[in-house]
């Protein structure tokens, strides 16, 4: 029997950490019951303003592990 392998996460922890943060600033209007198209466009953009805030965490370390793969690499 094979044992199965641990799956690597998808964010990193800096990532993680920005998702949360910027989540909870918005979360009023995230988790708004109410279903009107000016509610709907408040949430898309508060999305989308997330997902900018975790790739630019996301960027910012794979320069940093680039940077070092430069210096350090193999």
Do not use: P, Y
């Not at 009023?28 to 953009?45: A, D, G, P, Y």
């Amino acid at each position: 029997k094979q044992l199965k392998r641990k799956r690597k996460s998808n964010f990193s922890v800096q990532e993680t950490q920005t998702l949360l943060k910027e989540i909870t600033k918005r979360k009023e209007v995230i988790f708004s019951k109410q279903l009107n198209t000016t509610i709907n466009v408040m949430k898309r953009m508060a999305w989308e303003e997330i997902a900018q805030c975790v790739n630019a965490v996301g960027v910012s370390f794979l320069a940093e592990k680039g940077q070092w793969w430069k210096a350090n690499g193999d």
